[in-house]
C-alpha cells in the first residue's frame, strides 16, 4: 500500500444554522425539542429550515406556529416568530405578509388546526392568492389533545372519539383540504408529500425548497401537504408509523403535485402603502373639518406612569375596576392598555386583568411586575404578591396581610373594603372603594376624568350614585390610612 | 488520521443527549452501518451509534432524524486520493 494522503474531513450535514443553539424552553431539554421519538415534526422542522438556510433568508422570515404539537415552534426557529390562535395562521400572516412585503412568511399547521377550526382562514386565503406558504402537517389526527377524530382520520381508523373507527356514514369522509384549494383559481403550488420512506422524504424537502422559493420570486399562495407519522397516537413505533404514511396514509390521500402555475404565474404587486391621515377625508368624500374638538392637549397630560394588576374571583368587579382606570386614563389624555385574563367561569373562578397607563407608548399591555397590585381575595395575594416591584403600593381587600403575604420591601394598605362597600350599601361596590384608595396613591390622574369614565361604564344611575360614593369612601380611606400605611419587609 | 476506519468516504456523529432513540436512521441507512446502543442516555434513551466503519457520507440518516442537532454527516475531502476506496460524487 502506498502512503496514504493525509484525510481531513468536512462537515456535509448538522443541524441548519436557522435553530437556534440551545432551546430556553425548559431548564432540563435544551438541546432537544420537545417532539416524540420519531415524530414528523421534528424531520419537517429539519427540512424548512435547511431550505431557509439555503436561500439565505434567515433575518426576513416570519414563522407563523399555530396550535397542536408545534406550538413550540418559536423555541426552536431562530426567525421572526409569531404565534396564532387555533387555526388563525394563515389571518395572521395574511396581516405580517401585507404589512411587510419583503418578510417571507411561513404558516405552520397541522391538519386539526388547518381542515378543522381553521378551514376557513386557509380557504380564504388561498382563494385571495396571499403569497405565502404554507406547510400543512396531515397526520390524520389530533395528537396534542390526545388523539381525537381530526376532518382527516381514515375511514375505519380509531380514536379516541371513534372508538369503533370512522364510518361515513357518521362522521363523514376524510377531507381531502389539498385537492379542494387545487379547485380555486389563485393558488400556485399545492403539493401533496409524505414521511414514509426515503424517498418521500427527499421529495418533501424539495417541495417545501419550492414552496419557499415561490414566494422569494413573488408568485402567489403555495401550500405543501407532508403526511406525516405520529407513533405516540398512532399506538406504534417509530418505524412502524413511517410504513404506515407509506402503506395506508397514503392510499386515502394520493401523494402528487395537484397545482403548479410557477412557470407562467407572475409576482404579485406589493400593496399600496396606506393613505396618509391628512388624505382620508378626501378619499370618504367628507369635508376635512380637522381633528374634533375636545381631545386634551399634550401639556395637559397627568404625570401617570402606572403598572397594575387587578384580582380577586369572578363577580368581584375586578375587570370593571381596571377599565374605570383605563377609562380615565384614555379621558385625560393618557396611553393606556387594560389587558383582561379570566376562565370561561362567569361567577366564581378567578379573574385578573393587566392595566397601564403612560404619558409615553406603551411597549406592551402585559404587567408581569406591578408597581401596584389590587387583590381582592388571598389567592389573587399569594399569586401576584411576590412579582411586585419595591417601593410599589399593595390594596389587599382584608382585615390584615397574612404573614407570608408579602416578603417584599412595598408599600401595605390591608382593609375590609368588601365591609366598607356593604356599610355604604352594597358590597358589590368594594372594588369601587379600592379604586378610590388607589387614586390617592396615582393623585395626578383628574378627578373629572375618572367621573366621566364612571359616567360612560355604569349606566344604573342607582349603581353610580353607590359607586361615587364608595370611590369617595375610598379616597377618604387612603388620605387618613397614609400615615400609618406599614411598611413590610 | 490515517487509521482504517477513515478510508471511508463519510462519517457519521451522533450527539447521545439529543438522540432519543426512534431508529428511523438505522432503518433509512442504506449500507446498515448505524445501531442502537445498550446504554441510556441521561433522558433515558437508548441511543443510535455509529458501527465505526462503512459510512459512505450519504447523508440520508440525517434527512429521516427528528432532531435538528442529533446527527452530523462529515465527507472525507479528497476521497479520490484513498487506496481501495470508490468515492461517491
Known amino acids: ?489 | 488520521m490515517t487509521n482504517t476506519a477513515h478510508r471511508d468516504a463519510g462519517l457519521l456523529r451522533v450527539d447521545a443527549s439529543e438522540c432519543k432513540g426512534c431508529g428511523l436512521c438505522i432503518e433509512a441507512c442504506p449500507p446498515k452501518v448505524i445501531r442502537m446502543d445498550e446504554t441510556l442516555n441521561s433522558y433515558g434513551y437508548r441511543t443510535a451509534r455509529y458501527a465505526g466503519t462503512g459510512c459512505t457520507g450519504c447523508g440520508i440518516c440525517y434527512l429521516v432524524c427528528p432532531e435538528p442537532g442529533a446527527i452530523t454527516v462529515l465527507r472525507a475531502t479528497r476521497p479520490r486520493q484513498i487506496a481501495g476506496v470508490q468515492a461517491r460524487p
Open chain 1, 1 to 489: 500500500m502506498s502512503s496514504e494522503p493525509e484525510i481531513t474531513w468536512e462537515v456535509a450535514r448538522s443541524k441548519p444554522a436557522s435553530f437556534y443553539s440551545t432551546y430556553e424552553r425548559k431548564d432540563e431539554l435544551q438541546h432537544a425539542t420537545h417532539y416524540c421519538p420519531g415524530c414528523g415534526h421534528g424531520i419537517i422542522h429539519k427540512m424548512l429550515a435547511q431550505a431557509i438556510d439555503d436561500l439565505g433568508m434567515q433575518d426576513r422570515t416570519v414563522l407563523i406556529s399555530p396550535v397542536g404539537c408545534s406550538v413550540f415552534a418559536y423555541y426552536y426557529f431562530d426567525v421572526g416568530n409569531v404565534q396564532a390562535a387555533h387555526g388563525r395562521a394563515p389571518a395572521v400572516a395574511t396581516a405580517i405578509k401585507r404589512s411587510r412585503p419583503g418578510s417571507i412568511v411561513i404558516s405552520y399547521q397541522g391538519d386539526g388546526d388547518l381542515s378543522a377550526i381553521g378551514s376557513a382562514e386557509i380557504l380564504h386565503a388561498a382563494n385571495r392568492g396571499e403569497p405565502l406558504t404554507v406547510i400543512f402537517v396531515n397526520n390524520a389526527i389530533y395528537s396534542m389533545t390526545g388523539g381525537q377524530m381530526a376532518p382527516t382520520t381514515l375511514l375505519g381508523q380509531t380514536s379516541t372519539t371513534s372508538p369503533h373507527g370512522r364510518s361515513a356514514a357518521h362522521e363523514g369522509y376524510p377531507l381531502h383540504v389539498s385537492e379542494l384549494l387545487a379547485t380555486l383559481e389563485a393558488p400556485v403550488y399545492i403539493e401533496r408529500v409524505g414521511l414514509g420512506d426515503n424517498r418521500q422524504i427527499a421529495q418533501a424537502a424539495r417541495a417545501v425548497r419550492r414552496a419557499l422559493e415561490n414566494q422569494v420570486r413573488g408568485l402567489g399562495f403555495s401550500l405543501v401537504e407532508i403526511l406525516s407519522p405520529c407513533p405516540t397516537i398512532w399506538k406504534m413505533s417509530p418505524v412502524e408509523a413511517q410504513h404506515w404514511v407509506h402503506d395506508v396514509m397514503e392510499k386515502t390521500f394520493p401523494l402528487g403535485v395537484l397545482r403548479d402555475r410557477t412557470q407562467t404565474a407572475q409576482a404579485v404587486p406589493a400593496p399600496d402603502p396606506p393613505p396618509t391621515l391628512s388624505a382620508v377625508p378626501r378619499i370618504l368624500g367628507v369635508a376635512d373639518t380637522g381633528l374634533p374638538e375636545g381631545l386634551p392637549r399634550v401639556a395637559d397630560v397627568p404625570d401617570v406612569n402606572l403598572q397594575m394588576r387587578v384580582a380577586g374571583f369572578g363577580g368581584q368587579g375586578v375587570l370593571l375596576l381596571g377599565e374605570v382606570l383605563a377609562e380615565a386614563g384614555l379621558d385625560a389624555g393618557l396611553e393606556v392598555s387594560w389587558l383582561p385574563s379570566y376562565g370561561p367561569e362567569m361567577r366564581s373562578g378567578t379573574s385578573n386583568c393587566h392595566v397601564r397607563l403612560a404619558r409615553e407608548p406603551i411597549d406592551s399591555p402585559l404587567v408581569t411586575h406591578p408597581d401596584v397590585l389590587i387583590a381582592m381575595n388571598e389567592p389573587s395575594l399569594r399569586k401576584f404578591g411576590s412579582t411586585m416591584r419595591r417601593g410599589g403600593w399593595m390594596l389587599y381587600n382584608g382585615e390584615t396581610l397574612p404573614e407570608e403575604g408579602s416578603s417584599k420591601d412595598v408599600h401595605v394598605l390591608a382593609r375590609p373594603f368588601t365591609q366598607i362597600a356593604n356599610d355604604l350599601g352594597d358590597a358589590r361596590a368594594g372594588n369601587m372603594v379600592m379604586l378610590g384608595a388607589l387614586l390617592e396613591i396615582a393623585g395626578s390622574l383628574p378627578q373629572t376624568s375618572v367621573e366621566s369614565a364612571l359616567g360612560r361604564l355604569v349606566r344604573n344611575p342607582r349603581w353610580l350614585a353607590l359607586d361615587e360614593s364608595a370611590l369617595a369612601a375610598g379616597r377618604r380611606l387612603m388620605r387618613e390610612s397614609r400615615a400609618e400605611v406599614s411598611h413590610a419587609g
